[in-house]
């Protein structure tokens, strides 16, 4: 309710190397407990222990600190085609440093490595980052085997369906439109492969009669295979509106001239330029203490006082209606500022994609679900009275730390600290962090809501594969592009088993 529209902003990469080409760059796993869950779900092969090698396989791991840590080498690995580095020191250390030092208060320890034995506490993220630039799926993967005489890319294409024999229930091709808009089909010899990410993959299979028949039906489309796709869409939550502010000079950031930034980025190799601020540190916390499975991961952005045109420029591309986005510059007023960012890890919501018509160039419909789980809510309550806690820490307090949350007038009617306030403050200020997910579900044939089996072929049709997002059945503890290039690593030994 916050934003322009009452809607938020999903953006996707529309770009060889898909959104790993514009995402944030964090390289963050999960929990072993998520992909533990996949497997008791029916989904045999799937536990950490058969997705950790593929998580190695891609990996090139490039940052000392991992190296120093006992047993790293059962997490990590060098040599694959994913670069994965360290984010250059930044400006922020002081912050930063009282952060952990308040998180460690709370009985949250530092975690060198989030992505090793345990998931818990605060820790500083690395980077899908080769020399401090970003190594996307296209540079990481495509760049090197471009040439290869058996590899075709279409650019500037749009696919329309896939081509589906009825009576023997195999896919056959694609059909797509090239740049000048002529309309071509594409036949396979053995199998069709959706990566079409969370939104498009659904989108394609129900405009190819692979969907819920009466949604299908509604838009006279053909029924090929009736199937729940569009159903079980998932996404990282994100509260935003809490803000500390600290008195103290120590913390007023004077950033380089542009010019010696980039010369230092240039010649070293690290600057402002090489660093997204305060990103990679996050907290992971478990407001059940003791699993080890966080459900709430904290994020900070930092502000030096007065910045209101760098704050107004980050929340409108974030879509915020223009009265919350002053009400963010208004605490930005009084001093040095950190805007919080809570993320829920494990949602019980879920969303639809729904198409808007039989037209493959319209955008489908999307029903994000967010909050529509009250264990969603309860937890994102929790997370405030963790900040609470946090702000009150000894660490805090020498900064002279206060929380504050921006004023809603549409939540006046509330008392301030009642359920119904702190439900209509979270309706107005939760938005994505860009992680759709689960809308095709991996599962076993008598699973309900399964749209593809655990070889990620799809329920009823033969020689048609999903391997992106869409086939998670539930969305992993962290930030999803490394789980996406696991499921694609283990997905070519699947097809290799099938074929070989």
């Not at 045999?44 to 891609?58: A, C, D, H, Q, R």
């Not at 345990?118 to 401090?132: P, S, Y």
């Not at 949604?215 to 935003?240: A, F, S």
């Not at 919080?340 to 018509?357: A, D, E, N, Q």
């Amino acid at each position: 309710l916050g934003m322009r529209n009452n809607s938020c902003y999903w953006p996707r990469g529309k770009v060889l190397g898909g959104s790993s080409t514009i995402n944030l760059m964090l390289y963050k796993r999960g929990n072993a407990k998520d992909y533990d869950a996949w497997a008791d779900f029916g989904n045999t092969g799937w536990n950490f222990e058969n997705v950790l090698p593929y998580f190695k396989k891609s990996e090139d791991m490039r940052a000392p600190e991992v190296w120093e840590i006992e047993d790293s080498h059962k997490y990590h690995a060098r040599g694959g085609y994913l670069q994965v580095e360290s984010w250059g020191d930044d400006e922020f250390n002081g912050v930063i440093d009282i952060f952990r030092k308040g998180v460690e208060e709370l009985g949250y320890p530092f975690n060198p490595d989030c992505n090793g034995k345990n998931q818990t506490g605060f820790t500083k993220l690395h980077g899908t980052l080769r020399d401090h630039r970003r190594c996307s799926s296209l540079k990481a993967f495509l760049s090197s085997v471009k040439d290869r005489e058996n590899l075709k890319v279409a650019k500037h294409s749009l696919v329309t369906k896939v081509l589906i024999d009825k009576s023997s229930m195999m896919a056959q091709g694609v059909e797509f439109k090239n740049k000048e808009g002529k309309t071509l089909q594409v036949r396979a010899k053995k199998e069709v492969i959706l990566s079409a990410g969370a939104i498009n993959s659904p989108q394609l299979l129900m405009l190819s009669g692979i969907g819920p028949k009466q949604h299908l039906t509604d838009l006279n489309l053909p029924v090929i295979q009736d199937l729940p796709v569009g159903e079980n869409l998932q996404d990282h939550m994100v509260m935003l509106g809490l803000a500390i502010t600290l008195n103290h000079s120590a913390y007023s950031v004077k950033p380089l001239p542009m010019a010696q930034s980039m010369f230092d980025f240039l010649i070293k190799g690290s600057s402002s330029l090489a660093t997204i601020g305060t990103f990679p540190y996050t907290t992971f916390i478990d407001t059940v203490k003791g699993k080890d499975h966080p459900d709430i991961q904290l994020y900070q952005s930092h502000f030096n006082k007065k910045e209101s045109e760098a704050i107004k420029a980050v929340f409108t591309m974030l879509n915020f209606k223009d009265e919350i986005i002053n009400e963010f510059i208004k605490i930005n007023e009084l001093s040095y500022t950190i805007f919080l960012m809570v993320s829920l890890l494990r949602p019980f919501s879920r969303g639809r994609v729904l198409l808007k018509s039989s037209d493959p160039e319209n955008h489908p419909r999307l029903i994000s679900g967010y909050l529509s789980d009250q264990r969603d809510i309860d937890t994102f309550v929790l997370s405030h009275g963790f900040i609470s806690q946090l702000v009150q820490t000894k660490a805090f307090k020498s900064m002279d730390a206060k929380l504050h949350e921006i004023s809603l007038p549409s939540c006046k009617d509330h008392d301030y600290k009642s359920p119904g306030f702190r439900e209509c403050f979270l309706r107005h200020m939760v938005t994505t962090n860009c992680h759709p997910s689960g809308s095709c579900k991996m599962g076993p044939s008598w699973d309900p809501k399964a749209v593809v089996d655990p070889t990620l072929r799809v329920l009823g049709v033969r020689g048609l594969r999903v391997v992106d997002a869409s086939v998670m059945p539930n969305i992993p503890s962290g930030n999803i592009n490394a789980p996406v290039i696991m499921i694609a690593e283990k997905t070519s030994d699947l097809i290799k088993d099938a074929w070989l």
